[in-house]
Structures are given as C-alpha cells and as structure tokens.
T-cell receptor, first 118, second 115 residues
Framework: AQSVTQLGSHVSVSEGALVLLRCNYS??????LFWYVQYPNQGLQLLLK??????LVKGINGFEAEFKKSETSFHLTKPSAHMSDAAEYFC????????????????FGQGTILTVHP | EAGVAQSPRYKIIEKRQSVAFWCNPI?????LYWYQQILGQGPKLLIQ????????DSQLPKDRFSAERLKGVDSTLKIQPAKLEDSAVYLC?????????????FGPGTRLTVL
C-alpha cells in the first residue's frame, strides 16, 4: 500500500522568503507524485506532478518540486513567498490496485497549512 | 472549459437524517471520484467510477453510503442515515481516464455538518 507523510502541519514564512514544504512517500512501485493547493472554501487545484523523465518539475505560480528516489521525497519549494501563496498544500501519490493495474486512485498526505507574514 | 460542478455547497442536517450530493464532471471525463475530507486531514477516496461502472468502493461505508452514476456523466452520493462523524467536505473529482499519471480536477466541494 502507498502512503504519504507531510512533515509539518503548519509552516510560517515571511513574504519574500523561501518556501519549503516536505513530502515523503512510500510506494512499492515507481510512484507518480502530485502537489495540490487548496484555498479556503475551494476545491483542490493541481500545482505540479511528476510522472517520468526530469526529476525537477516546475509548476504554476513559481512552485517546483524535485523527485528524489533515494530519499523517497518530493519536497515543494518556491524561492520567494507571496501573500497569495497562503493556503493548504497536499502531497499525493497515485495508487495501483492489488492486481498491479492502475486505476489512478490518489492517496493524500494530511496537508500543510502555509502562512505568509508581511 | 467548465470545471467540475457540485451542489449544494453547504448542508446542515440532524443525525439520522439523509442527505444527497450531486456532481457534474468535466465534459468528456470518463472517470469520476468522490472523496471525503475531514477537517485537518487529506482527502480520502470513497468511490471511483469509470463511465457508469464502479472501479473502487473499498473505503465506502456501504451500510450508510451509496453512490451512482447511471448514465456515465453526473453522479449522486447519498448518506442514509447520517452520523456525527460524517461531518466533512465531500469533494468530487474527474479525470479523462483512470490512469496513474492523469490529473484529477476537483470541484469546490460540499461542506456537510451533522448536528
């Protein structure tokens, strides 16, 4: 079974500072990894995803994440935080069923709330 | 293109009552998902449809929850009877097909409060 652990339920940064949100996964097969953002009272919006190929993935709003197989990590970063980045961020791994075929089920971490101070 | 539509956005009911949520996926998306998001947790898959067939309902509490997607387009999720622990946001998502690399597009969710 696949699982996702997000280290830190709350992260607080100053505007202009580096944003680092941590995600570690557990998967018995090559993973497909996603970062979603959720603004208050809204659904989840895809920031970026890793499927195959380049391990450094660039997403929307200046975010990027690096897939590190040796560390089973997929941390999300942004060089300079903006007030509009305040939201909850979810890391997710795409799951396979018991038969090994993929049905695209997402297993999410518990989320990290990002607060940006002026 | 229009996104995933859900209604209602908010619902408050008493325990033991019944409630239904509606979802209309993005046009052309064959796969539809219902997730439950309890406060402070990540979304958890309840049920996944491929067209009008169920792909995965292993985490659906079938004694009280039911879902259907009769014509392979919109879907309804029902809870009967509701319990206090069902208070959560119910998210609907859709994707073009059921593959591990596909992006799922989420609706705004229905926030359910059970009193």
């Amino acid at each position: 079974a696949q699982s996702v652990t997000q280290l830190g339920s709350h992260v607080s940064v100053s505007e202009g500072a580096l944003v680092l949100l941590r995600c570690n996964y557990s998967s018995s097969v090559p993973p497909y990894l996603f970062w979603y953002v959720q603004y208050p009272n809204q659904g989840l919006q895809l920031l970026l995803k890793y499927t195959t190929g380049a391990t450094l993935v660039k997403g929307i709003n200046g975010f990027e994440a690096e897939f590190k197989k040796s560390e089973t990590s997929f941390h999300l970063t942004k060089p300079s935080a903006h007030m509009s980045d305040a939201a909850e961020y979810f890391c997710a791994v795409s799951s396979f069923n018991a038969g090994g075929t993929s049905y695209g089920k997402l297993t999410f971490g518990q989320g990290t709330i990002l607060t940006v101070h002026p | 293109e229009a996104g995933v539509a859900q209604s209602p956005r908010y619902k408050i009911i008493e325990k033991r009552q019944s409630v239904a949520f509606w979802c209309n996926p993005i046009s052309g998306h064959a796969t539809l998902y219902w997730y439950q998001q309890i406060l402070g947790q990540g979304p958890k898959l309840l049920i996944q449809f491929q067209n009008n067939g169920v792909v995965d309902d292993s985490q659906l509490p079938k004694d009280r929850f039911s879902a259907e997607r009769l014509k392979g387009v919109d879907s309804t999720l029902k809870i009967q009877p509701a319990k206090l622990e069902d208070s959560a946001v119910y998210l609907c998502a859709s994707s073009y097909r059921a593959r591990e690399r596909e992006t799922q597009y989420f609706g705004p969710g229905t926030r359910l409060t059970v009193l």
